[in-house]
């Protein structure tokens, strides 16, 4: 019994490594809608929250690399590298191995620009970032047309419990994404505003040390103080006037 144990040993460790990347690898996207969406407040939150989310990404390309490692050493089916890098160049299940080769480049797509998050165009990190659901998806594809353990009682019951778990978490991030958000009345005029925010920048880029953006806040807030203007919740300008507030049309009926 230890000879065959020993002799499907790869194929074993490449059936539970696929299984245990995929597990991961929904971990992982859920855990970003979580911590995308307002269900966990960013304000004062623990990084150890977004921490976790790369954490787990880091943990599926290991043992994507586990998987793949494994297939190429085992005898059983006999994967080259060709076939499992290659779209439709394995005999076996072609269309089936193919759903993995793609979502493999996909993953590395995410997890790249995930390290040089600092270094890419906001936005373009945020599109490539949108391919992880691609990864999710093709990932799912794969588990079940290419794997052998697809009608494994537990393992349908743990890919059914994620599916429903991330349909709920993409659903709420949806539904905040097209929700407005309330904006708070500002006490600082808006180019002040601006300026500070340009000061900020500038000091994560290293251009500019933080007394200096302290400086331009604490010169921000005595101006507001000096002049007596604010602003409302559509940005226009306010006055004090005799320890009220006026907008800019009780201002013009007081002219009047």
């Known amino acids: 019994m230890t000879a065959q144990l020993d002799q499907h040993f790869w194929w074993y460790l490449a059936r539970a490594s696929g299984i245990v990347a995929w597990a991961l690898l929904s971990a992982s996207v859920i855990w970003g809608l979580v911590y995308a969406s307002r269900m966990i407040p960013k304000k004062g939150a623990p990084r150890w929250l977004l921490d976790l989310h790369r954490f787990l990404g880091g943990l599926t390309v290991l043992f994507v690399g586990v998987h793949i490692t494994a297939l190429v050493l085992d005898s059983y089916v006999q994967f080259g590298v060709k076939d499992l890098l290659v779209p ?5 299940r072609p269309v089936a191995v193919a759903w993995g080769v793609l979502a ?3 993953l ?3 997890e790249i620009t995930s390290l040089a998050m600092k270094h890419l165009p906001r936005r373009f990190w945020r599109r490539v970032h949108a391919a992880s659901f691609g990864v999710f998806a093709l990932g799912t594809i794969h588990a079940f047309t290419a794997g052998t353990d697809a009608g494994n009682p537990l393992l349908v019951v743990l890919v059914v419990t994620m599916l429903l778990v991330f349909a709920f978490a993409g659903a709420y991030r949806l539904l905040v994404a097209v929700s407005p958000v309330p904006r708070a009345v500002s006490s600082v005029p808006l180019r002040e505003v601006d300026h500070v925010l340009e000061r900020l920048v ?4 290293g251009e500019v040390a933080a007394e200096e953006v302290e400086r331009t806040a604490c010169v921000a807030l005595a101006g507001r103080r000096a002049v007596g203007r604010d602003v409302d919740v559509r940005g226009r300008p306010q006055r004090v006037v005799g320890g009220q507030r006026l907008g800019a049309g009780d201002v013009d009926r007081r002219g009047a």
Not at 202 to 205: G, K, L, V
């Open 88 to 92: 439709f160049a394995s005999t076996w």
């Open 104 to 106: 493999l480049y996909l």
């Open 108 to 110: 590395v797509a995410v």
């Open 202 to 205: 500038a000091h994560e880029a």
